[in-house]
């Protein structure tokens, strides 16, 4: 892919973006838009631009939000399918970046392994790998700007089982999917109740002997459309970025409706999630066992599957949904906690994620070390007393994009404040009165396994770190950027 040629690695940028995923493509396309006259570049430490829409080729990889939120606001998602792809994805990322010019300024195969600011310089000086060679380059920025996602990209959560050196099958995770596994007329178990296992259990199934999705416990799992037909008819009546903008109004508002009314009323709501499992497997199948979660509603990210594929894929026979815990693996399978065995030819870990805050890379402000787990996160984007540095969050409760793109917004109003008074510096600094709280609420597994590396959120405003559209937008598009928490200075000094 092509790279920026007048972008040497010593050239000094106003601002170098971290990630060539949809995050960093959409903080591209801002800044290209409201601070045309800025220097930046984007680093991405893969040989190729997408990201997870790259990373992940597991069968059957697709969103788990719909394409009209996690879409950008300002390009129209036109393919039919609202519950898209992975490959349908990857295309539209790396056509926003090519229509926009932003191909030319994207640097592969640099991995970012430190960043030291310099107040004296008000600038940070990044260290760089190039990924083929091993050589180490510095690249100084204004501003820097983390859109590398929030997981690891080299690492999955990987749990060990008793017996595996026994079992005589393959296993396999799917954030490293084998190139050219055939999985045709086997015997497989998918580990794991999250998006994931929900997603390849139907594709699976396509053309293997059987799947079974094993699981500890259940997850809140629900059928959408593939394709949003409201969506469909305005797209044919008006003209598309009006007709785009209509149907992510939509989507936001009712996806906003139906969290508050989960969170609000949540045993109904269970009862009624439920109750349409209920309806989809029949009056004989177990729901209580295995779709009836013993958390509430929005407690944990809720699973969509388009056109209720697993169910469909459960109804014919060609799936099975087992929940136990796994005792030990035995060379024809795995045996459980219960003595049942599963025979299996290929076992698939869809076990999580492993979080990693701005890619792992190692900071430094003025000499000292900043760890994140320390920091207070403020409006869920900056790190107290970390200056000149943003990253892109997603909601836990919609779709990541939504946040990404306030986030971006910000950024470049951020800038746009510190050009028309003449400041170089910019940091959100601690207040002493403001409670530390836990960054994210969610009980999901990968969250609470990473709550000892994630900063925290405060007590109040602004540093608290909402799941909720519309207070976001408020705070990031139309709040004061002078607030008396963010404090501006020139170089030399940090403020």
């Not at 290209?32 to 006259?37: A, E, K, Y």
């Not at 792809?85 to 300024?105: K, S």
């Not at 004061?480 to 200075?489: K, L, Q, S, T, Y």
């Amino acid at each position: 892919m092509p790279q920026d040629s007048n972008l040497p690695d010593d050239s000094l940028l106003d601002v170098l973006i971290v990630g060539a995923g949809l995050s960093g493509i959409g903080a591209a396309f801002h800044l290209q838009r409201h601070c045309p006259g800025k220097r930046y570049a984007i680093v991405e430490a893969r040989s190729t631009t997408g990201g997870t829409w790259d990373l992940f080729r597991y069968p059957g990889i697709r969103s788990d939000s719909d394409m009209y939120t996690l879409g950008y606001r300002f390009k129209p998602w036109t393919n039919p399918k609202a519950i898209a792809d992975g490959p349908a994805i990857l295309a539209y990322v790396r056509e926003t970046a090519e229509e926009a010019g932003i191909t030319r300024h994207i640097r592969l195969n640099r991995k970012v392994i430190s960043a030291a600011w310099s107040s004296a310089d008000a600038l940070w000086r990044v260290v760089v790998e190039d990924t083929v060679s091993a050589a180490r380059t510095t690249i100084r920025a204004r501003f820097l700007y983390g859109c590398s996602g929030y997981y690891s990209f080299d690492e999955a959560y990987r749990p060990d089982f008793a017996g595996e050196a026994d079992f005589g099958g393959t296993i396999v995770l799917p954030q490293f999917w084998p190139e050219g596994l055939d999985h045709a007329g086997k015997r497989i178990v998918v580990v794991g109740s999250g998006a994931t296992a929900v997603t390849l259990v139907p594709s699976l199934a396509a053309s293997a002997a059987h799947v079974t999705m094993l699981q500890r416990s259940p997850s809140y799992i629900v059928a959408r459309p593939s394709e949003d037909r409201i969506a469909t008819w305005l797209r044919r009546r008006l003209p598309a970025q009006l007709a785009y903008r209509l149907t992510r109004w939509k989507n936001v508002l009712l996806g906003m409706y139906f969290y508050r009314l989960a969170r609000k009323y949540p045993e109904p709501v269970k009862k009624r999630i439920v109750g349409m499992v209920a309806q989809e497997l029949g009056s004989g199948y177990d729901v209580g066992s295995h779709f009836t979660p013993n958390y509430q509603p929005w407690d944990q990210r809720m699973c969509v599957v388009p056109d209720g594929d697993l169910f469909d894929t459960i109804r014919s026979g060609r799936a099975a949904v087992v929940t136990d815990t796994i005792e030990r693996f035995v060379p024809g399978g795995i045996r459980l906690a219960s003595g049942q065995e599963l025979a299996a030819d290929l076992v698939v870990l869809a076990t999580g994620l492993k979080l990693k805050i701005l890619g792992g890379i190692t900071l430094t402000v003025d000499g000292q070390p900043v760890h994140a787990n320390e920091a207070m996160s403020y409006k869920g984007m900056m790190l107290s007393d970390v200056p000149n540095l943003a990253m892109a969050f997603g909601y836990t409760n919609a779709s990541w994009t939504l946040k990404a793109d306030l986030t971006a917004a910000y950024v470049c109003r951020l800038l746009r404040h510190m050009d028309r008074h003449g400041k170089a510096i910019a940091v959100p600094r601690r207040q002493a009165d403001v409670q530390p709280q836990p960054f994210l609420s969610f009980t999901s597994g990968y969250v609470q396994r990473a709550k000892d590396i994630l900063p925290r959120q405060g007590s109040r405003a602004p540093w608290q770190v909402h799941q909720n559209y519309f207070k976001d937008m408020s705070a990031m598009r139309f709040g004061r950027i002078a607030d008396g928490v963010m404090h501006f200075g020139p170089k030399g000094v940090l403020p």
